[in-house]
């Protein structure tokens, strides 16, 4: 899977002239996958296109996105992380780290279902940082 760092490096370069087969020599990638890059596709546009895609969570976040509390976003990104995604498991060994004062949590072995749930919760939580970020810069660049 590619970075967001390697889709702008693909892109720089043929912006300043490099050809597709020099592209894929150089950063070691196909030219398929060059292509893909180039033309906008893959994973991070799909993603994009799913979050955009749920109108539920599109409307919450556009609501959220009225609320510009930073303090406020941390603290319902955890609750919804607590209420939505960590399991016992998991929230036990963050306790555990925590009353024992370590610098690091044990690994824990993610099952699956706890990795889509991540995934899923992530998704909601960038459309609702689109929304915020939008209605901050809206603030923001409306000036005095």
Known sequence: ML???????????HRDG???????RQFHHSRYKVREV????GDV?????????DRQTWAAAEAAG???EPLQWLAESSEFG????????????????????????ETVDLPEAYLKAAGALAQKRAA????????????????P
């Open 3 to 13: 970075s967001v760092d390697d889709y702008g490096r693909i892109r720089r370069a």
């Open 18 to 24: 490099m050809s597709i087969r020099e592209i894929a």
């Open 38 to 41: 180039l033309r906008g596709g």
């Open 45 to 53: 546009a799909r993603r994009s296109r799913e979050i955009r895609g």
């Open 66 to 68: 009225r609320t510009l």
């Open 82 to 105: 607590k209420s939505h995604v960590y399991s016992a498991e998991v929230l036990d060994a963050v306790d555990a780290a925590r009353r024992a004062g370590a610098e690091k949590v």
């Open 128 to 143: 609702f940082a689109a929304h915020r970020l939008a209605a901050v810069l809206r603030e923001d660049l409306s000036g």
